[in-house]
């Protein structure tokens, strides 16, 4: 027999978080003690037998459709496989997050999301794989803290839907498969609803503090992205715990304190430490991780204001538009974000309504109610300010949203089915039902050539499962089941087929997006103007393969700043290019070839680095010259070769596994180094080759004026060496 969780009728042993009594066993009879791999197995007494087998394949299932062809993406996101690289090489690079091994400038972010990584390569070696299986073992326990979460209240099959919610996610499939920060950040943030729905259960400060210790070390993944569902987590259990006022206050301000040591202790080190002997900190101005916090990475990201980027996005209001996308309140729905997280937003949000006036009348410690509260308050903050952001914004940010969301659902069909009898509760479990499918009908058919056919089983399905569901608490129990069956297979159907699509296909670059080719367009259409495809001047977005050679119109006849083509739009992989020209074995992905260059960059010939957008999103190929080049002598420099922007010289480390000094960071536009450095570093003999191209001449929002003057005195001063396609500058060899 199956114990659920019922609001209205609950124990004492509930109350306390603790999991229904066994009953008694018989007189002189012992109770057997089973193996520890029988207790894994078998799981807790009182379940069923399916249960914990069931959550066992749930969770092999996750990790086998995400290790799937994982090696396609190549070095997935470069810039940060470079990071990764140098940590494996220097423990000095491990602790600040230095692109290179030299450890002249740092990543963009806290370096939380690259010690996993950095670590597996340094048993493993460096591959793809040992880059990339940490990232799915992240995504199979996110999928577990989420069936935990929703399981412990309610239920084992409510815990089965919420995790097959989230590891059918397309942008979920795509994050846990990639190499930036995010499946981390999801991680953790789970982890942190998780641990405050127990602090819920019955006041233990144990609970809550650590769930702070989660969200300081999910500040050092992704700074402050981790503190959007704070006020959310904060209200609930400020209001909702089962312990007295002032009791709540002092147990919430410990929390703040494990926050700040747990999230702070690093940055203090960052700060105090000499600048003089540390990497500059890369995406500041001023060498300062707190200005990056606050700035860069801060408050630039609401209002489209990043010192050193490109700028602005849509602005501070609904429908704003700019290359970021359009703001407002339907943002998470739009042709850009829609096929990326969209697909069961609709049914989340009427199951949360439902839920909630479900359990109105409930007491106000209600453990129920406040788990509603916390995982579907943290979908709400998220999904707004996700929507209002002004700033740089891509899709694939919207992974945070995905662990949220399947917990809301798996909790608010469960609380409907539970009261299916009541005709509230099975109108809202049809509502669920029915807007799942009637979205995912209008999802499909933005990619017209995906799977036409699976348009109308979704609609019609969806369709007939809710009007069983109306009807759910009068039909006997195996057709109330079939009607739920066949509404959860409805409303999964498309998400799944285009998380299948994500996992068959290699992601590379800075900008990836989950689905088929076309699923995440931004703005109106592929031709010229601004808007056009959503980035200045109307070029394709990026990581689309469009076996297009160039974009269509637009400033510079290039659709970028610059007059550059859009990355990725050229050649049959998804992304439309090699993963940062070279894959680790040295070939494109799956053995498929590029149509319009050795990048696939809408023709732009690989090696040299290549400027504007292309060189700031994407790596340039190292042929087999120039690395021969760049290895002579390699151990008598502190960096074979300097580019500028981070992609550029990741690219040149990562074939070479030497280290490459980044001039400008990622965008090209941090002032490090000066010039006066550069020149002392080269009198020192420190530096051999200086890289041409690499987004000279314009980058994302123009080379920082270092950058140009090193460029300017490089060129004037050396002399030019070619190797296969790539232009080098011998920092040894003056000219005349």
Same mark, same amino acid.
């Given at each position: ?18 999991? #229904? ?26 379940? #069923?037998?399916?249960?914990? #087998? ?243 990475? @801060? ?11 490109? &700028? ?95 917990? +809301? ?93 994500? +996992? ?18 931004? &703005? ?28 269509? &119109? ?90 500028? @922007? ?17 001039? @400008? ?7 490090? #180094? ?63």
């Amino acid at each position: 027999m199956t114990t659920h969780y019922d609001p209205d009728v609950h124990t004492p042993a509930e109350d306390d978080g603790g999991p #229904p009594p066994e009953a008694p066993a018989p007189p002189g009879h012992h109770r057997p003690r089973r193996s520890r791999f029988g207790r894994l197995w078998r799981g807790r007494p009182e379940d #069923p037998r399916w249960v914990r #087998p069931a959550f066992l394949a749930l969770l092999t299932a996750t990790a086998l459709l995400y290790l799937y062809n994982l090696d396609a993406s190549g070095w997935a996101n470069s810039f940060y496989s470079a990071a990764v690289q140098a940590g494996s090489q220097s423990w000095k690079a491990f602790f600040f997050g230095s692109l290179d091994a030299g450890n002249a400038i740092t990543v963009d972010k806290p370096p939380a999301a690259l010690w996993p990584m950095a670590l597996s390569v340094r048993i493993f070696g460096l591959s793809s794989w040992s880059i990339l299986v940490p990232e799915v073992l992240m995504g199979a326990g996110t999928v577990a803290v989420v069936y935990a979460a929703v399981r412990r209240r309610f239920s084992p099959a409510a815990g089965l839907i919420a995790g097959a919610v989230l590891a059918l996610t397309p942008v979920a499939a795509l994050m846990f498969r990639f190499n930036n920060p995010d499946a981390l950040l999801a991680l953790l943030m789970s982890l942190a609803c998780y641990l405050v729905v127990r602090a819920l259960e019955d006041g233990r400060t144990k609970w809550l503090v650590w769930a702070g210790v989660a969200i300081g070390f999910a500040f050092l993944a992704k700074t402050l992205q981790a503190f959007l569902i704070l006020p959310a987590l904060a209200l609930v259990y400020g209001v909702c715990a089962p312990v007295r006022l002032r009791r709540r206050l002092g147990q919430l301000a410990l929390t703040t304190v494990a926050i700040v040591v747990s999230g702070g202790w690093w940055v203090a080190v960052v700060e105090l430490w000499p600048a003089s002997s540390r990497p500059y900190v890369g995406g500041s101005q001023n060498n300062s991780f707190l200005e990056l916090t606050f700035g860069y990475n @801060g408050l630039g990201r609401l209002n489209g204001e990043e010192t050193g980027s490109v &700028g602005g996005g849509g602005g501070p209001g609904g429908g704003g538009g700019g290359q970021w996308g359009e703001t407002g309140w339907d943002r998470m729905f739009n042709s850009e974000i829609g096929g990326q997280i969209s697909w069961l937003l609709p049914a989340a949000l009427i199951l949360l309504v439902a839920g909630l006036l479900a359990t109105r009348r409930a007491a106000r410690t209600d453990a129920v109610r406040a788990s509603f509260l916390v995982w579907g308050g943290s979908l709400l903050m998220t999904a707004a300010v996700f929507s209002y952001m002004a700033g740089i914004f891509h899709q694939y940010y919207t992974v945070a949203l995905a662990p949220y969301l399947a917990a +809301v659902v798996g909790m608010g069909a469960a609380t409907l089915w539970e009261r299916r009898k009541r005709i509230r509760a099975s109108l809202a479990l049809a509502a669920a039902v029915t807007a799942s499918a009637a979205w995912g009908y209008v999802l499909l058919g933005r990619t017209p050539d995906y799977l036409p056919w699976l348009r109308m089983p979704v609609l019609v399905g969806g369709l007939v499962a809710a009007l069983g569901l109306v009807f759910a608490g009068r039909l006997g129990r195996r057709t109330a089941l079939a009607a739920a069956g066949l509404g959860l297979v409805a409303s999964l159907a498309a998400p799944t087929a285009y998380t299948l699509s994500t +996992v068959r296909e290699g992601h590379s670059g800075s900008i990836v997006t989950a689905g088929p080719s076309g699923a995440s367009m931004r &703005g109106g259409g592929p031709g010229g103007g601004p808007g056009g495809g959503g980035f200045p001047g109307g070029g394709n977005a990026p990581g689309r393969g469009q076996g297009q050679g160039q974009n269509q &119109g637009g400033p510079g006849g290039g659709g970028f700043p610059g007059g550059g083509t859009a990355p990725g739009t050229g050649g049959n992989n998804q992304n439309g290019q090699t993963p940062n020209g070279q894959a680790p074995n040295g070939q494109t992905p799956n053995g498929r070839s590029n149509q319009n260059g050795p990048t696939g960059e809408g023709g732009r010939t690989g090696g040299a680095g290549g400027g504007g957008m292309g060189g700031l999103l994407n790596g340039a190929e190292v042929g087999s010259e120039a690395k021969k080049l760049l290895e002579a002598d390699a151990d008598s420099y502190t960096w074979v070769a300097a580019a500028v @922007g981070s992609q550029n010289a990741a690219s040149y480390q990562l074939g070479t596994g030497e280290p490459v000094m980044a001039i @400008g960071g990622f965008n090209g536009t941090d002032p490090s #180094p000066t010039l006066a450095q550069f020149k002392k570093y080269v009198a020192d003999g420190r530096i051999h080759y200086f890289i041409a191209g690499g987004g000279t001449g314009g980058g994302m929002g123009g080379d920082s004026g270092a950058a140009s003057q090193i460029t300017s005195w490089v060129e004037a001063t050396f002399k030019e060496v070619t190797a296969g396609s790539a232009t080098f500058y011998d920092l040894t060899s003056p000219t005349d």
